[in-house]
């Protein structure tokens, strides 16, 4: 996938995103995909761990920065995918419910 591309191609038609903090659910494919792209011009200094693969999922893990710029705090996270066909069709998302 190249840098001017949709990135939304790589989700199914019924992609969901959820935050587990919150219970909030986004759906779609076009929904989920700007959700992501605000929250990370909301997400500073990010740090991935490496990701762990297996036959229909796969987890991420990570930290960024605090909000709050005057906090020196990091903010936990970590991201389920659940694959199907090749694309992902369903994501939680734990630790950034309040990013």
Same mark, same amino acid.
């Given at each position: 996938?190249?840098?001017?591309? !949709?990135?939304?191609?790589?989700?199914?038609?019924?992609?969901?995103?959820?935050? &587990? $903090? *919150?219970?909030?659910?986004?759906?779609?494919? !076009?929904?989920?995909?700007?959700?992501?792209v605000a929250l990370h011009t909301r997400m &500073? $200094? *990010?740090?991935?761990r490496d990701a762990v693969v297996g036959d229909g999922y796969v987890y991420l893990e990570g930290d960024c920065a605090a909000t709050d710029p005057s906090s020196d705090r990091r903010i936990n996270y970590c991201?389920?995918?659940?694959?199907r066909d090749n694309h992902i069709a369903a994501m939680r998302c734990y630790g950034l419910g309040t990013v």
């Open positions: 996938m190249g840098r001017d591309e !949709d990135f939304a191609e790589c989700f199914t038609a019924d992609v969901t995103w959820l935050i &587990a $903090d *919150t219970g909030e659910v986004i759906d779609g494919p !076009d929904a989920v995909r700007d959700y992501i &500073a $200094d *990010t740090q991935g991201i389920a995918y659940d694959m």
